[in-house]
């Protein structure tokens, strides 16, 4: 409250996830936003996307979403905006400095409640999108906060859906919510299989993040979900630049050139992705993780209900299964993402140290975040992570046995310095 009011700013919309301690927390955000003076419009417990939706369609100055998206149930978190942009880095370090200081405004605000603001965004992306013809989907919501919505929209698209744990449920009894790993995506994967149905969505917790799983149950990576969209993008929009992250495989950035677009390797993190898009005027941007940010058609902001609509879209209208979709692609070997634990005041430093090493023994090094490390027939990466105190990797070649090799050299150079 007080960081927006000393820039002029007053509205506040809010949001929150299904965990237990989500409505403490939003009650405790609205007590203080309204002491500094700050309009807050409370739209109760809704998706990620939703809360975005809302900021751009009652036009506020910022919005705060209470979340730990697909962190373990006893978790939780706040993610902040000013405008559609994400509160991140230097500005969280200013806020934390505001709240060590103490020194808050002091007015009287107001709180508004809006119970609507879902339908309208149900309403908003079932007019934006046109699936041809009724797609066969099973949607496993993660018992997250997209499990109310996706169903709903798909179905007034004529689509034949199927829910699996669209009920949004705290305690993620069923499984956890993130569709980016294999094993959260199992009981998916079989029901696509044995329902014979063209495929399988899954949600993250707070719905800001796409899986899908094929027609035989295999799990595309977040990777092969952008390569599908950023097809479907370039023969609309021939010669646009795509924005991807630094975990992405060599196939997605060949794909992108290929086909006339350019290709841009960025940092990860929904942060720093929505910030790069902001700069270039890039409208289609990705992550590994499963976040897609489409300014095409739509807002700018990852929203795994609106893509996941797109994805239908693509099936609605290619004759063929997706299993098939990037079959003429070369067949790469990856590792997922692998994770070495590293304390914070550390991991930065041995990134640090393993990029010097690779770069001065004259190897093909790209450090917009952390080292990736190109060779002929693959890649390496290593970068600390964003959020916890662990060193990430993956790695990824022509054959199996190389990409091996690959890691086994890298990690040799980080074993040096942990």
Known sequence: GTMLTGKGLKSIVIG???????????????????????????????????????????????GAMITASHNPSQY???????????????????????????????????????????????RYISENIHIERPVKVIVDGG???????????????????????????????????????????????????????????GLDGDADRIGVVDENGKMLFGDQILNILARDYLSKNPGKSIIADVKCSKNLYDDIKARGGKAIMYKTGHANIKMRMKELGVEFAGEMSGHVFLGDRYLGFDDAIYVSCRFI??????????????????????????????????????????????????????DIDGARITFDDGWGLIRASNTTPVLVTRYEATTEARMHEIQALIESVINKYL
């Open 16 to 62: 929150g996830d299904a965990r237990h301690s989500t409505r403490g927390f939003m009650d405790a955000f609205i007590k203080g936003a309204r002491e500094t003076g700050c309009t807050i419009t409370d739209i109760g417990l809704v998706a990620t996307p939703i809360l975005y939706f809302a900021i751009w369609k009652l036009k506020q100055d910022g």
């Open 76 to 122: 939780n978190g706040c993610k902040l905006n000013l405008g559609l942009g994400s509160v991140y880095a230097e500005a969280l370090q200013d806020l934390l400095k505001l709240i060590q200081k103490g020194d808050f405004a002091q007015a009287e605000g107001q709180v508004i409640k809006n119970d609507d603001i879902a339908e309208e965004y149900i």
């Open 143 to 201: 018992n997250g906060m997209g499990g109310p919505y996706l169903p709903e929209i798909l179905r007034r698209k004529g689509c034949e859906v199927v829910e699996m744990y669209c009920e949004p449920d705290g305690d993620f009894p069923n499984h956890h919510p993130d569709p980016t790993v294999e094993k959260n995506m199992a009981d998916l994967s079989r029901a696509v299989v044995d329902a014979e149905y063209e495929l399988g969505i």
């Open 313 to 366: 879209e693509i099936v609605a209208n290619t004759p063929m299964p997706v299993s098939q979709y990037l079959a003429d692609q070369p067949k790469m070997y990856n590792t997922p993402e692998l994770h070495t634990k590293c304390a914070d005041s550390r991991k930065f430093d041995v990134v640090a140290k393993v990029c010097r090493e690779f770069v001065e023994g004259g190897f093909d090094v790209n």
